[in-house]
Antibody, heavy 120, light 108 residues
Framework: QVQMVESGGGVVQPGRSLRLSCAAS????????MHWVRQAPGKGLEWLAV????????YYADSVKGRFTISRDNSKNMLYLQMNSLRGEDTAVYYC?????????????WGQGTRVTVSS | EIVLTQSPATLSLSPGERATLSCRAS??????LAWYQQKPGQAPRLLIY???NRATGIPARFSGSGSGTDFTLTISSLEPEDVAVYYC??????????FGGGTKVEIK
């Protein structure tokens, strides 16, 4: 079955960097766009970024543009989120999600998330 | 950026009752609206896409309607396992994809 497992979260000091990973299985990873979405404690969902199936196209929310980078390795069925210059407001659970299909840009299948806490 | 406003913030109903959740967009988004369910401690799950299409495996008691700026998610007969926060999301004008603030559904 379709599965995404995020890892790499933890406690990090403001201004530092962290890289999140998402291991995908149960589907043809190289055929799907992939998203990152986050949820701050007690808050709603915030879409962060999407990458095309082949890695050639990336799109970001303004809140993370220039600080976060989405990437993928189709040979390893892995999705990544490089997060630099972290701030307190980046504290959240970070989810990776498979896009529904090329003509439907919706995060359709979600991992269980990894928690990131930015604190000194 | 398109803003989605959900109402009510909380809905408290008895089992078997009909639940009606609203999502209003700040500008027309045609039918490019999805609904998600997030149960406590779990990841979100896609329920409805393009306003009225149920995603794979979603029970028939969930239905969506609307177009333009006003959308509705209906749970025809509320079950205890439907306790969750429900979010709408638009894909008409992206990036960014945007979500509403959520409606919490409780059982009386």
């Amino acid at each position: 079955q379709v599965q995404m497992v995020e890892s790499g979260g933890g406690v990090v000091q403001p201004g530092r960097s962290l890289r999140l990973s998402c291991a995908a299985s149960g589907f043809a990873f190289s055929g799907y766009g992939m998203h990152w979405v986050r949820q701050a404690p007690g808050k709603g969902l915030e879409w962060l970024a999407v990458i095309s199936y082949d890695g050639r196209n990336e799109y970001y929310a303004d809140s993370v543009k220039g600080r976060f980078t989405i990437s993928r390795d189709n040979s390893k069925n892995m999705l990544y989120l490089q997060m630099n210059s972290l701030r307190g407001e980046d504290t959240a659970v970070y989810y990776c999600a498979r896009n529904q299909r090329p003509t439907l840009i919706n995060p359709a299948d979600w991992g269980q998330g990894t928690r990131v806490t930015v604190s000194s | 950026e398109i803003v989605l406003t959900q109402s009510p913030a909380t809905l408290s109903l008895s089992p078997g009752e009909r639940a009606t959740l609203s999502c209003r967009a700040s500008q027309s988004i045609s039918n490019y609206l999805a609904w998600y369910q997030q149960k406590p401690g779990q990841a979100p799950r896609l329920l409805i896409y393009d306003a009225s299409n149920r995603a794979t495996g979603i029970p028939a008691r969930f239905s969506g309607s609307g177009s333009g700026t006003d959308f509705t998610l209906t749970i025809s007969s509320l079950e205890p396992e439907d306790v969750a926060v429900y979010y709408c999301q638009q894909r008409k004008d992206w990036p960014p994809l945007t979500f509403g603030g959520g409606t919490k559904v409780e059982i009386k």
